[in-house]
């Protein structure tokens, strides 16, 4: 037969041991702030076992009510930290409501009499929580790709459906807690399954962490921090493969007209704004562009390639920035923005990226000395000012 006395105290040694380690963590690293969402909730659980130990040294009812009370906040501070990960809100009335509502319940007579009708609320509480979490790991965006997050998801629904049942079968035949020297076989396995399920959780949680620490470093790593464009980096990255599709590509290449004004006269705050606004409006335009990619590649210059669209798609695109960026204002009382573009094209030859690149801006340099304001194409003569 299992031991629960002893199941009971190995389980608390191992949730304490894990509980000062993500301390360690958290205060090591305070922006992780996961990591503290994990220590509270193994806290909680070393707490709910240090208070279901002193039943007998402590009133009972107050005793199993702590307990309760931690065991129900082992997953409430779980839960919080599933919508960390998630970025999601974390209302403080949610992660306490099931202590509310605990607490509340151990205020009715009828309930502080019976400890196995108590024990199916504090059961409805977490498993509340875990319901919530699974729904967060399993929602579509996210589950997709991530076959650990389904396992994970599974693991929640199968300990709150045990918990449940076991709750509604000890209340059924209102079988109290048993005490810590004689703790039967059952209830004993459940505590071991439980905590095998809980560090389980814990280690895929972080284990999302994780994951998300990779993605916010390759963003950095590819992205432009003022716009959000890719930068110069990942657009040669992205870009050298790109250029080489079969059907051709063509390059827009973008300047903000009268950059430096604006921040002499303005200020770089000013500048700034531009930058922000003018990445908008490229994402705008460039959205529906299936293939298409921006990016941010040197002070005010922006490039677009477009592989396996035409001469005509690419300068269709370029008018269409073009007219989004003349409605942009820096500054109230500022003169509208504009935009010189430079387009260039492969076409069958399958030129490399820094050809499309030279040609692009070639033809950005000629928009620039016709007036700016206009599209220049790369081999072709002086078009139209855009504003025609």
């Excluded at 906040?73 to 009335?93: E, I, K």
């Amino acid at each position: 037969m299992l031991d629960g006395a002893t199941l009971l105290i190995a389980s608390m040694a191992v949730q304490f041991v894990m509980a000062l380690y993500f301390w360690t963590l958290w205060l090591g690293r305070r922006d992780q702030r996961v990591h503290l969402w994990i220590a509270a909730s193994i806290t909680a659980g070393v707490l709910g076992c240090g208070c279901y130990m002193l039943r007998g040294a402590a009133p009972e009812p107050l005793a199993m009510w702590a307990a309760q009370l931690c065991f129900v906040q082992v997953f409430a501070f779980l839960w919080g930290g599933v919508r960390l990960v998630h970025a999601r809100p974390r209302p403080a009335w949610i992660v306490w409501s099931g202590a509310a509502v605990l607490s509340a319940s151990c205020l009715i007579p009828a309930l502080v009499a019976a400890e196995a009708l108590r024990n199916v609320v504090a059961t409805l509480a977490f498993s509340s929580y875990g319901l919530a979490m699974t729904g967060d790991l399993l929602r579509r965006r996210h589950a997709r790709t991530a076959p650990t997050r389904w396992l994970t998801g599974g693991l929640l629904l199968l300990v709150a459906a045990a918990s449940l049942a076991f709750a509604a079968d000890a209340g059924r035949h209102s079988v109290a807690v048993a005490s810590l020297v004689s703790i039967p076989s059952l209830p004993a396995l459940w505590l071991l399954f439980h905590t095998t399920i809980y560090v389980t959780l814990v280690l895929s949680l972080t284990t999302l962490e994780l994951g998300n620490e990779a993605q916010r470093q390759r963003e950095a790593a590819t992205t432009d921090s003022l716009t959000g464009l890719l930068n110069r980096r990942a657009f040669m990255e992205r870009a050298t493969p790109a250029a080489g599709h079969p059907r051709g590509a063509t390059l827009l290449m973008l300047d903000i007209d009268h950059f430096k004004q604006v921040n002499d006269l303005w200020g770089h705050s000013a500048g700034d704004r531009a930058l922000v606004l003018f990445a908008g409006a490229l994402l705008d335009a460039t959205g529906g562009v299936l293939g298409a990619f921006a990016a941010r590649i040197g002070g005010e210059e922006f490039a677009v390639l477009l592989p396996g669209r035409s001469r005509d798609e690419a300068a269709a695109l370029g008018l269409r920035i073009a007219a989004r960026v003349r409605e942009l204002r820096h500054t109230p009382g500022a003169t509208r923005m504009t935009v010189s573009i430079g387009l260039a094209e492969s076409g069958t030859a399958m030129a490399t990226l820094d050809e499309l690149l030279s040609g692009a801006d070639r033809a950005l340099y000629r928009a620039k000395r016709g007036g700016r304001d206009r599209l220049e194409q790369d081999s072709v003569p002086f078009a139209p000012s855009l504003a025609a």
